[in-house]
């Protein structure tokens, strides 16, 4: 047979596939919506929600920390975040002062001004979010 020939067949062949793939998919009720779910089956973290993260280290990636985030946008797979820490940051004017009351965390806490990218595979827990007045996720 000529590579004419065999190409025609294929696509025959995939054609074919493709048909009976259809008819038997007819039978059945389709499928429901599949809902979007973050990690573990949770729903997806928001914008202004405060999570906890398996955050890696600068230094070594292969270690990380259970440390508090604060989401600023979620994308596909990844959410672009600020971390928060319980370090006294108050005479850094450029570190947001957050209340526990506000938030679900523990203690008072400060958000960092810088921006990381976590996967959404790496947040384990939901502590709260930030009231109205507290907006501090825009860059």
Known sequence: MSAATLAVLAVLVIAALVIAALVAGASRHP?????????????????????????????????????????????AHTAVVRKITSQDQSLRPQEYELLPANTGLSRTSWVRTSLDYVALSHFRRRAGSLAQRDNVSGS
Do not use: C, H, Y
């Open 31 to 75: 499928p429901a919506p599949q809902r979007r779910r973050g990690p573990g089956g949770m729903r997806p973290p928001q914008s202004g929600e405060i999570w906890f993260v398996n955050f890696p280290f600068a230094d070594d990636w292969t270690k990380s920390k259970d440390r508090p985030v604060l989401v600023v946008s979620v994308a």
